[in-house]
C-alpha cells in the first residue's frame, strides 16, 4: 500500500423531505433544485482538489443516488464503479417516518424528539411491522433487514460490516473512495473513524453536500481530516 489514501464522504443534496422539515428515513425521496445544485456545488469542490476515485458507495435511495451522478459528472468520473447497498440507506425513522419535526415537538417535547434524533442508543416509535415488504429493490435480501425502526446504534450495527467488508480492503490496496449517503449513516462512519463517544455522537452534524476528506496512513488510521 501507498504511504497514504483518501477517502471522501458527502451527505446528499436537500431533499424534498428535508426542505418540508419531515422525518425520512427509507422512504425514497427525490433532490429539490436547490439539492440538485448542492450537489454540483459538492462536486466543484471536489474537481478542484483533483483527487481521482477507483469507486463510489451510495445507498438504495435515490436522493443519495442522485447526489453521487451530479458529483460524478462535475469530477469526470461517471465511469468508476458503482457499489449500491442497503447498508448505506439513511437510519430508518420507524413511526415517525412523514411527520413533520416541529409537530412532534409540540406533541412529544424537544427534549423527546431530541433524543430520538440525537442520541446513540434511543429508538424511535416504532411501526407495527416492517414496510418495503414488496419494494423489488430489497426483494434479494432476508427479510430480517426490513426493519420496524433503528437507533443510530442500530443503524451503526449495519454500516460497520460493510466499511469492513467493502471500503477498507480497497483502501488497504490504496485505492481512494468516494461515500455518497445520508446524514445518520455518515454519522454513524464518523463516529467508528473518530472514535466518537456514544455521548458525544449528538453532536456531531453532517450537512448537505458538504464534501469530508480523510486522509489515512497505511494501516488506516486518520492522518487528516478537512471539510473541503
Known amino acids: 500500500m501507498r ?6 464522504i458527502i451527505r446528499h443534496g436537500e431533499s424534498t423531505a428535508n426542505r418540508d422539515n419531515i422525518y425520512t428515513g427509507w422512504t425514497d425521496v427525490p433532490l429539490t ?11 466543484k469542490v471536489l474537481a478542484s482538489t483533483g483527487l481521482q476515485f477507483t469507486d463510489v458507495h451510495t445507498s438504495l435511495l435515490q436522493r443519495a443516488i442522485q447526489t453521487t451522478h451530479l458529483v460524478l459528472d462535475e469530477i469526470h468520473q461517471l465511469w468508476i464503479p458503482e457499489h449500491k447497498s442497503w447498508r448505506l440507506n439513511e437510519r430508518h425513522y420507524g413511526a415517525l417516518r412523514g411527520l413533520n419535526k416541529d409537530q412532534t ?22 411501526l407495527d411491522q416492517p414496510d418495503h415488504l414488496d419494494d423489488r ?10 426493519t420496524r425502526g433503528e437507533s443510530l446504534a442500530m443503524a451503526y450495527d449495519r454500516l460497520i460490516p460493510y ?5 477498507a480492503p480497497r483502501l488497504l490496496d490504496g485505492h481512494n473512495q468516494l461515500v455518497v449517503a445520508h ?4 454519522r454513524a462512519l464518523i463516529k467508528y473513524l473518530d472514535h466518537v463517544s456514544d455521548a458525544d455522537i449528538s453532536k456531531v452534524e453532517v450537512p448537505n453536500a458538504e ?9 488506516l488510521n486518520v492522518i487528516n481530516k478537512q471539510i473541503l
Open 137 to 146: 429493490r430489497y426483494a434479494s435480501f432476508p427479510k430480517t433487514i426490513l
Open 3 to 8: 504511504e497514504m489514501v483518501e477517502l471522501v
Open 183 to 186: 446524514g445518520s449513516t455518515l
Open 211 to 219: 464534501p469530508i476528506h480523510y486522509t489515512f496512513d497505511e494501516h
Open 163 to 167: 466499511w469492513v467488508d467493502e471500503i
Open 105 to 126: 415537538r409540540i406533541q412529544f417535547g424537544a427534549d423527546q424528539v431530541a433524543k430520538w434524533r440525537r442520541s446513540f442508543n434511543v429508538v424511535p416509535p416504532l
Open 33 to 43: 433544485p436547490k439539492g440538485i445544485e448542492q450537489a454540483q456545488q459538492a462536486g
